[in-house]
Each structure stands twice: as C-alpha cells, then as structure tokens.
C-alpha cells in the first residue's frame, strides 16, 4: 500500500511517518517540501505521484494566530483538503483529513458525538469545518478524524511544556475549568490503518484516548508519572487557573503569548462510534500518559 503523509513535520504526521516507515512504502511532504498554501504546487506535485491513500496531518494550527490570519487559515485548513480531495477522486485513493474538537462551541456537558451540531467559535474551528465539508463533499469513501489535545515526542506540546515548568521551578499552574482528553499520537497511529480500506468507514469519526480531564488534572498526572519514574522535579502539585485568566492575562502566562481566540470550554469527544466500530475502546488517556512519560522521559 502506498501512503503519501502531509505534515511530516508536524507533532502527528512526524509519529505516523516514524511508526508507518517499516510497514508500508511511505512517502512524507513536510512543510518545506510542499505548501499547502500554494494550491497549484500541491496540484503538481501530488497530482504526479500514484498512492492508495493520501493522510493529511498538516494545518495551520496556531489557533490565535488563525484570528488575524483568516484567509491563509481558510486557504490552508480548508481549500487546500478540498483540492486534496479532488486529487484523491481523480485517483480513486482515499483521503483521511484530520480535524479537531474546536469545531463544537463547548456548551454541552457530555460528549459531543459525530452527529452534534458544530458551531466553532475561532477562525481555526471555522476554517478546519470548512475543511471537513470540501473533503466530505464528495461521494468518495474520504474519513474525517477529530482529535484533541494531542500530545506525543514528536513536538513538544502543553504536557512537555508543564514538565519542563516544572522541572524549573517551584509553582506550576495550569487551566481548571477547561475540559476535553488528551490523545496520544502513538495511539492514533497504531488505530488508523483499520480505516486505510477504500470501500470502508467513510464521513466523520471522532478519536481520542477514552476519560475527561481538565489541564490542571492533565499535568498533575505527568508529575505524577514522573514522579513514580524518578524523573527530578521542582513542583509536584499543579494549582488551579481559570480560563479567564487566560483571556484576560494580557503578558501571558508561563512563557506563553496572551490568548486572543476563544477556546471551547468543554470538547470531550465521544468515542462509542469508535468502538463500535472496532469492537474496543481507546485505552484510557491516563495508561496513554503514563506510556508516553516512561518511553520518553524516563531515558532522557
Ligand atoms: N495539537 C492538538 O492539540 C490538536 C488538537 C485537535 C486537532 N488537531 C489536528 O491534528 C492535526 C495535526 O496537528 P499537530 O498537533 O500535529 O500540529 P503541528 O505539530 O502544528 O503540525 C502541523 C504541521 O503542518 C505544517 N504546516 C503548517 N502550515 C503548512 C502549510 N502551509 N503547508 C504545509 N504544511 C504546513 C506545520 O509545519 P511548520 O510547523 O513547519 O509550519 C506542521 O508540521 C491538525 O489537523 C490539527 O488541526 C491537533
């Protein structure tokens, strides 16, 4: 089977070209190599190559920086899958997009499911939406996948961040009232060949290791893991921030820029389709946590 990667750079595409490498003749397009931006250098190069399945793992995701950028994340988070659809139809391949949980506006209180109605409150949600629809427009068998908070040792994410803090210094805090589930990208690698299949699952799935938490309960848990370790830390307890302070903190907090886009304030995403339609669940995001901290942390 022939696999073309976009977003090999990235935190995900980086973990699914590492992991698929050995098992499958893999081809990766990192950002240099092929800017999504630029619709007629995808068309060529793309339009050149043979592949069954084409995943797209690139996008702008810098979610503040979609807010005064708005047509490059139009252009690139929602024409450019559209065009890669086309690619994929002309082909016969299947494209499998990846979106994100920031479609939905957070005002639920359980799950959001693949049949809850979206309503994005960011340009980042609004454009990986479009995205969805020009990759879903079509009759082919193409697969949208919501993740989460991904996390994984490709590029450092919130989690890496809060060890590092916390290696540092004496007081870490991290957001209480903001809830979703992280998701390992080693478990988004190892899940997704099921769905490789032409003639299989077409539409919108949601993934993401099973479980609820807030930021807070999410970092506590790596000092924990790195704790049991024996990985050396400064702090052990995370405190408690709001998420309005975040919003309101306009020099930032811990290293990070000042937010300027809205965030949803719940976007756990339900994984019963998931499961049923492979007969098990993720494992949960606390095993997924404490696998990725022993693997990468523990040897560091
Ligand atoms: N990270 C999360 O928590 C999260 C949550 C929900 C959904 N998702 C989705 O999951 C997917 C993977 O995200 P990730 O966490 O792996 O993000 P990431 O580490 O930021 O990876 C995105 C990649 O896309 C590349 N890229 C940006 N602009 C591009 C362009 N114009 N042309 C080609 N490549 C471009 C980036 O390259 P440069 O860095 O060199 O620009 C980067 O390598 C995305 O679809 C994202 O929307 C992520």
């Not at 994929?88 to 949980?101: H, Y």
């Not at 769905?195 to 807070?216: T, V, Y």
């Not at 290293?255 to 339900?270: K, T």
């Not at 098990?280 to 946590?289: F, G």
Request: glycine share 8%.
């Amino acid at each position: 089977m022939k696999i073309v990667i976009l977003g090999a750079g990235g935190r995900l595409g980086g973990a699914l070209l590492r992991e698929y490498r050995e098992k499958y003749d893999i081809t990766g397009f990192n950002h240099v190599q092929l800017d999504l931006a630029s619709l007629d250098d995808v068309r060529e190069k793309l339009g050149a190559m043979n592949f069954d399945v084409l995943i797209n793992a690139a996008g702008f995701t810098n979610v503040d920086a979609c807010e005064t950028e708005r047509d490059r994340a139009f252009l690139i988070n929602a024409e450019a899958p559209g065009v890669l659809a086309q690619i994929c139809n002309e082909r016969n391949a299947k494209l499998i997009q990846f979106s994100t949980d920031y479609v939905f506006d957070g005002k639920k209180r359980a799950p959001y499911t693949e049949e809850d109605e979206t309503n994005p409150i960011s340009t980042y949600g609004e454009s990986k939406l479009a995205g969805e629809k020009n990759v879903l427009a079509s009759e082919n068998a193409h697969l949208v996948v919501r993740v989460s908070w991904v996390f994984g040792p490709d590029r450092p994410s919130f989690i890496d961040a809060m060890i590092k803090r916390a290696q540092q210094d004496e007081k870490v805090d991290a957001i209480a009232d903001k809830f979703s589930t992280p998701t390992y990208t080693h478990d988004i690698a190892r899940m997704l060949p099921q769905f490789f299949d032409r003639g299989g699952e077409r539409g919108i799935l949601h993934f993401a290791n099973a479980g609820k938490c807030s930021w807070q309960e999410y970092a506590q848990w790596a000092l924990d893991c790195c704790d049991q370790a024996g990985i050396p830390l400064r702090a052990r307890t995370v405190g408690a921030l709001k998420l309005n302070d975040m919003t309101r903190l306009r020099q930032g907090y811990g290293g990070q820029a000042p937010w300027v886009a809205r965030r949803p304030v719940y976007s756990v995403l339900s994984t019963a389709k998931y499961t049923e339609l492979t007969g098990a669940p993720p494992r949960t995001w606390r095993e997924a946590v404490a696998d990725y901290i022993t693997r990468f942390y523990s040897k560091k």
